[in-house]
């Protein structure tokens, strides 16, 4: 990857009590694109993606060595205010988790929490969010309802424009369509394909389809391991490496 | 699934390989045709035209079905991608089996020309490149198909004795013409023979390692 890069982690460890959960993982995640992390399920690839933005840290008995940079700066470093580290590195799970209050204030949660009070500039933030997440058509005529009425699809968008509102440069997203329906699932992708212009994303995914349809490069992990990491067009026309081979290919996992 | 799916693409390749059996088959028995002067092998030949047309079409439609339910990566796309040039190679080698097999009742009437020049052992060296290729792509074994470059220059090589040696003739009587002007168009046929089995062992190439390479 010789592209710019935005979080690089170097000889990346992890262990779950006794369990050692991330092994020496080395890898770059090149800026303004779209990086896909797959492997079957228990590979350590969410728990790799949660340490980009030390949502580890709220488990108890984690233990982490190696380092994370962000920026060329490590985020283990003891001046890091988390905080500001998940202000630049946002997160949307798996299932759609708005807060129970009104589609606007969902958005206007995080900028709030970051200092904005000003009305006419938390209108203006809740409008380019909701439009960066293609959803503001949707819901602009019904900013004050709340959002527990939004249909799967369109709550998994507006946890994204949640997201986009703090202005963050990294997006990480954990499985983000599996509970969302074919045509929900369209609009995500596509959405991804445009948010790189601005930010980085990181998608771990267990749908190898979606892993090739929206991401520049993909990394293969296997029981806490980065086996290969590259180009996805490479990945999925000749992987180097026999593992990445025979999951891509389905006959295990 | 992807076990059903990977016995399809077993079957698919087994398929492949009846297809090609076919397409070599028809050469051989036309340039064996040609050499006897055998009118009624010729018009066997021929005749098996239509039942290669349709195998490639079958072989086509599956691949496409396979791509379409399963969408295949790596090596199983490349191994549907190098089965769709190796039934379009096998085509064209029926296809000028068919076509050699046509000139027969042309020129059965009088003896050949010095034994048909350098033809019959051209033919068996291609021949033997379009084997060698098939059984790279069955085995999945390179080296049946290492030394090609050397291999289709020495068919090119024979291609122009033969176009001389036919000139040749013509000039010392021109009731050659239209004998040897079939005899270069043969030796023609059989290089483009040749050049097919190249094509079929790039393809293999890619489908063993997902590189490509060009054999001149």
């Known amino acids: 990857m010789s592209e710019n890069c935005i979080i690089s982690t170097t000889n990346l460890n992890l262990w779950y009590h006794e369990k050692h959960a991330l092994q020496s993982v080395s890898m770059k995640i090149p800026k303004n694109k779209v990086t896909a992390l797959i492997g079957p399920s228990g590979c350590g690839k969410s728990t790799l993606l949660r340490c980009f933005n030390r949502l580890n840290d709220l488990i108890d008995h984690v233990k982490i060595t190696g380092e994370i940079t962000l920026d060329d700066e490590n985020i283990h470093a003891p001046d890091t205010d988390v905080v500001t580290l998940r202000k630049r590195v946002g997160m949307v799970f798996q299932k759609p988790n708005p807060f129970p209050k009104s589609i606007y204030e969902n958005i206007a949660y995080g900028p709030k929490v970051h200092g904005v009070k000003d009305k006419g500039e938390l209108d203006k933030i809740v409008e380019q969010s909701l439009r960066h997440a293609a959803i503001w058509d949707e819901v602009k005529d019904r900013l004050h309802d709340s959002a527990l009425g939004l249909s799967g699809g369109q709550q998994q968008r507006l946890c994204i424009a949640r997201t986009l509102a703090v202005s963050p440069e990294v997006i990480l997203m954990d499985e983000p369509c599996s509970a969302l329906d074919p045509i929900a699932t369209a609009k995500i992708e596509n959405l991804i394909e445009m948010l790189k212009e601005e930010y980085t994303v990181i998608i771990v995914t267990h749908n190898m389809q979606q892993a090739s349809r929206v991401s520049d490069y993909t990394g293969f992990m296997y029981l806490g391991k980065l086996i290969e990491c590259g180009k996805t067009v490479n990945i999925f026309e000749h992987p180097k490496e026999e593992l990445t081979e025979n999951y891509i290919t389905g006959r295990f996992g | ?216």
Do not use: W
């Open chain 2, 1 to 216: 699934m992807a076990e059903k799916f990977h016995t399809d693409l077993k079957v698919l390749k087994k398929d492949t390989l009846a297809m090609s059996a076919l397409g070599r088959l028809m050469l051989r028995n036309a340039v064996d045709a040609l050499i006897r002067q055998d009118k009624e092998l010729a018009a066997s030949v021929v005749a098996r035209k239509d039942e290669l047309h349709k195998m490639e079409v079958r072989i086509e439609e599956h691949c496409y079905q396979l791509i379409a339910l399963n969408q295949p990566v790596a090596k199983d796309m490349r191994v549907i991608a190098c089965t769709l040039k190796v039934i379009t190679a096998s085509m064209r080698i029926g296809r000028y089996g068919k076509v050699i097999a046509n000139i027969v009742k042309d020129i059965s009437e009088k003896p050949h020309i010095a034994n048909l020049m350098s033809i019959p052992h051209m033919a068996d060296l291609v021949i033997d490149m379009i084997d060698d290729s098939v059984k790279a792509y069955e085995t999945e074994d390179l080296s049946f198909i290492e030394d090609f470059s050397a291999r289709d220059d020495t068919i090119d090589a024979l291609r122009h004795s033969i176009f001389r040696e036919g000139i040749t003739f013509m000039m010392e009587d021109p009731r050659n013409i239209s004998r040897c002007t079939h005899y270069i168009m043969v030796a023609r046929y059989l290089e483009r023979c040749a050049d097919h089995a190249c094509k079929i062992a790039e393809n293999v190439h890619y489908m063993q390692t997902g590189e490509r390479i060009e054999i001149h």
